[in-house]
């Protein structure tokens, strides 16, 4: 069976890497993605009930989850890369176009910004799916005693997490604030890019418990 390639710049699996790219094979032996494998897909499936492409999103799950490296980890793993080489700010390098931006930024008048309607979420991070088109992640927050805050996927975008303790990626109980609607995860499916929708996207607001 062919392996499977995943993109991810920045991380280091030992006996797995080759340079900015890792492989995972399928194996037959004991993955610990599976245990919470079919609670996950029951959360992807309530979100794409509407999707055609729902058994070709769950079977693409399945086989990138049959691999024996933990993606919880890897999850963990990606993040700590992203927060260690956050993205730098560009500046224009004309200073009279640096001086007119600060000038206007102080006299022009500011627009009210729309305020976003989120909703709260918490549990445990339970299962965690690579997304190679829009290099981001959807993961599955476990059931708690709330199941209308938990048992749940939800799309996530690496390092935009606005604490810098106790949250993504220092923790695996988790609560904090999605935007629900906001489609985040893309996965090369077939011959193109395909969504697979979820509750929603983690904003920056998130953490836990020390």
Known sequence: MPALLF????????????????????????????????????????????????????????QDLSTTTDMV???MKDNQTKLKNPTKTTVSNNFFDDIALFLSSIFEPKQALATVATSPFGGPLDSAEYCDCSDSWLIYIGPTANPATSDEALSYEEGT???????????????????????????????SCTVISSEGEITPIVGSNP
């Open 73 to 75: 980890w890897l999850f």
């Open 7 to 62: 993109l991810l710049p920045g991380i280091a699996l030992a006996n797995q890497v080759t340079f900015s790219s890792y492989t995972t094979t399928v194996s037959t032996g004991y993955s610990p993605n599976q245990l919470y494998l079919n609670k996950f897909l029951n959360a992807v499936a309530r979100a794409n009930k509407n999707n055609p492409m729902l058994p070709a999103i769950e079977n693409k799950i399945r």
């Open 161 to 191: 997490q606005a604490f810098r303790n106790y949250n993504i990626p220092f923790a695996t109980e988790l609560f904090g604030d999605e935007e629900p609607g906001v489609q985040g995860c893309y996965e090369y499916i077939g011959y």
